[in-house]
């Protein structure tokens, strides 16, 4: 059996500077070249959660995809330094690829031929893009289940079980197989860390590469690809309010008015 | 005398609900924020030893009588402000007491003509800080632990700010202090701008870690806000080359504010866009009266270019500044990925820090089996020396021992071979107890003045037991 987690590169953007989120109008970018390139959050824990399977069930083979150029092998390699089996980077234009359909169109043709791949694990979402979409679309041309906000998966006796959030509270799942899982960060899970021998290993591991065109793999030649139009930058403003007890409203009365008078004006 | 014969005295003198007991609270007072601690609670660490109360200290008077009370009863007692301490200088031994200054933070004088500030020992750091700005001025003194640090403490640890090189650490700050001696006197030392009266007594106070008693009120100098920044980073191929322009632009004279050498692996870490491929980062920061910056701001990148260095701009600063302090946010991180990490910072004289930094990083890569990383960085620059503030992680077997084992190693790796080159062990952090054991070989001979030092201060040796001096 085969376990893939897919990991994506995006920026670091808890360093970007505040006074940074300014849109270019002419390229309709926003500049945070500065900013280191890390593994997206949401995926390092979905990487994390698939070593943990592995680290009881030793017969299972591990595999990360990223899509991307030559620099992003940095987070194949640091899997790889993690005790990651196999590391695939499929290279492509990259203003190809900034929607989740032709992301998962990719992914899909890199897994749909291989039978021994039983579950695949996406973050929920990128830190970059933020649509939340790649893992169900990706489910969805597989033809398999998909469960959403997973942030815990065990496998025992040939099934998995899933734990997910919902609105309405925890789900505990026992599931078949294949099956994909987008998974949502969780507070006390952090991605392992690579020994410096391990690192120094796993330069020299060899990174399987795959170079396509999206017309190679495309079955429907109508599909468009999304246009960035415009983008703005909503600049939040913070506010500090000392609430004092007083005689007539408690703390927690007046607190309560607040977010209320907040939310009927629109104020997230 | 019983606990609560010892808990009663207390409830009398500072009333029931300042005198803790909690045992909640009384945990989470067992120690400080040390990295072997933090990844230790992550294993289930749990202190055995706990203080029997936490004494909410509000004035000197009170002070006087608590010190009185448990220096009659032979009472080990731990002086407490933020609580930032990262040597387990707060760790409570059994049935000893907790005296916390927190609770006193006043703001007594900004002195304008004198250009003082004169604050209660539990004023934060940071208010403090914002106080003087609003008035157009600053403190100077910028630790990482600014965020939880408060001004006793600060001088209880010899504690050093991120733009030193200017305005100098503590030491240099402490203008007069009021402290209350284990025996139960409040002493006062008066601010003068300098004297020559016999020993400098602000001295036996300044890195005590509260082993001479505890300080109540501290008289520091403060400046007027900068009105011109000049900020610039370089890029720099060996760590050496780096150190060696820092040498260079401080015996020339200059005293750039901020003036740091990262190594590779920080640099990459922190600045990898700015950089090539194994190179090192230089952040310089010139502050100061208007065209005071420029010149020195120029004076550096004379130096800067002269060892081909490479020019980065002004982007790695505005980052460094926005983020220096962002550990303070997630300390416990590295815990729950299960590693050993923290920071040891040492320092030498420029003759010998170059091999110190070279023997250390080789030797726990070499060393250390299951070492994630091991860097260093040079941040506070003297005419004859500087620092390295070494930073490392490893990850270890899950157990509150085998942390222990790890960190032990890598901890006993920086401080031979600081000691080796005659390096100091302690740049800022303090001794705690956990460097105590470093001491005699750190002091050498004059190790004796210290134990007679504590011996009169403290005769009972009950103040912060074991920090300095371990127990024999």
Not at chain 2, 344 to 367: F, L
Request: some cysteine; hydrophobic content about 40%.
């Amino acid at each position: 059996m085969k376990i893939i987690s897919c990991i994506k590169q995006v920026y670091d953007l808890d360093i970007v500077l505040e006074n940074d989120w300014v849109v270019d109008e002419t390229t309709n970018k926003i500049n945070i070249d500065y900013a280191n390139l890390i593994m997206n959050p949401y995926d390092e824990t979905a990487l994390e959660l698939m070593l943990r399977i592995t680290d009881s069930s030793k017969d299972i083979k591990t595999e990360v995809i990223t899509i991307g150029n030559k620099k992003s092998e940095a987070i194949l390699r640091k899997a790889l330094a993690i005790g990651v089996d196999d590391a695939t980077r499929i290279e492509i234009d990259h203003e190809l690829i900034n929607n989740p359909f032709n992301i998962a169109k990719l992914l899909h043709h890199k897994i749909k031929d291989d039978k021994e791949v039983k579950l695949v694990l996406c973050g929920r979402q990128s830190d970059i893009f933020n649509h939340g979409q790649t893992g169900q679309i990706l489910a969805e041309k597989l033809g398999w289940s998909c469960f959403t906000n997973v942030f815990n998966i065990t496998y025992k006796d040939s099934y998995f079980n899933v734990s997910r959030t919902t609105s309405s509270g925890i789900e505990h799942i026992k599931t078949n197989n294949p099956l994909v899982v987008t998974v949502t960060q969780s507070p006390n899970m952090f991605l392992r860390m690579a020994t410096l021998m391990n690192t120094m290993k796993a330069k020299q591991k060899p990174i399987n590469f795959i170079s396509k065109e999206l017309s190679e793999i495309s079955e429907d030649t109508n599909e468009k690809f999304y246009n960035l139009e415009k983008l703005t930058v909503e600049k939040s403003k913070k506010n500090c309010i000392y609430l004092n007890e007083n005689k007539n409203k408690s703390i927690n009365l007046q607190l309560s008015d607040l977010i209320n008078n907040s939310l009927n004006k629109g104020v997230k | 005398m019983e606990k609560t014969e010892v808990i009663n005295f207390f409830e009398t003198v500072l009333g029931k609900e300042r005198v803790v007991t909690n045992e909640e609270v009384l945990q989470e007072f067992a120690t400080d924020i040390t990295g072997l601690r933090m990844v230790q609670k992550h294993f289930g660490w749990k202190s055995e030893n706990l203080a029997s109360c936490i004494l909410k200290i509000h004035t000197k008077e009170e002070a006087v009588t608590v010190m009185k009370f448990i220096n009659e009863n032979k009472i080990v007692s731990i002086p407490r402000t933020g609580g930032s301490g990262v040597c387990l200088g707060l760790e409570t031994p059994s049935h000893s007491v907790v005296i916390d200054l927190s609770e006193m933070n006043e703001i007594i004088e900004i002195n304008e003509e004198n250009f003082t500030i004169t604050a209660q020992a539990g004023v934060p750091l940071q208010v403090l800080e914002e106080t003087l700005n609003k008035k157009g001025y600053t403190s100077g003194h910028f630790p990482q632990s600014l965020p939880l640090a408060q001004m006793g403490g600060l001088v209880a640890t010899r504690s050093i700010g991120q733009f030193s090189t200017l305005y100098g650490g503590i030491e240099d700050l402490l203008v007069g202090l009021e402290g209350v001696l284990p025996t139960g006197e409040l002493v006062f030392i008066k601010n003068n701008p300098r004297k020559s009266t016999g020993p400098d007594l602000r001295h036996i106070w300044l890195g005590s870690e509260g082993a001479f008693g505890v300080i109540t009120e501290v008289t520091v100098k403060i400046f007027k806000l900068p009105e011109e920044r000049v900020m610039q980073a370089f890029a720099i191929e060996e760590f050496q080359t780096g150190l060696d322009i820092i040498q260079e632009i401080v015996q020339a004279g200059w005293k750039p504010a901020v003036t740091r050498l990262h190594d590779k692996t920080e640099a990459k870490e922190s600045y990898g866009p700015f950089i090539k491929e194994d190179e090192g980062v230089l952040l310089f920061i010139s502050e100061g009266p208007q065209g005071f910056a420029s010149l020195e701001g120029n004076a550096v990148k004379n130096v800067c270019l002269k060892h081909k260095a490479r020019e980065l701009g002004s982007k790695p600063l505005e980052l460094w500044l926005a983020h220096r302090n962002d550990i303070c946010d997630h300390l416990d991180m590295y815990a729950k990925q299960g590693a050993v990490a923290d920071t040891c910072e040492i320092s030498a004289m420029w003759s010998d820090i170059g091999k110190i930094y070279n023997e250390v990083i080789s030797r726990v890569a070499k060393e250390v089996p299951y070492l994630v990383a091991v860097t260093g960085h040079s941040s506070h620059s003297y005419v004859q020396g500087t620092n390295i503030y070494f930073m490392f992680g490893a990850m270890c077997a899950p157990s509150v021992e085998a942390a222990e084992k790890t960190y032990n190693q890598i901890f006993g790796i920086i401080m031979e071979t600081t000691l080796k080159y005659n390096g100091s062990i302690a740049h800022h952090h303090g001794v705690g107890r956990y460097r105590s054991k470093w001491m005699k070989e750190e002091l050498g001979s004059s190790y004796e003045m210290l134990k007679k030092l504590k011996s009169a201060f403290d005769p009972n040796g009950i103040m912060n037991q074991g920090v300095l001096i371990p127990v024999e």
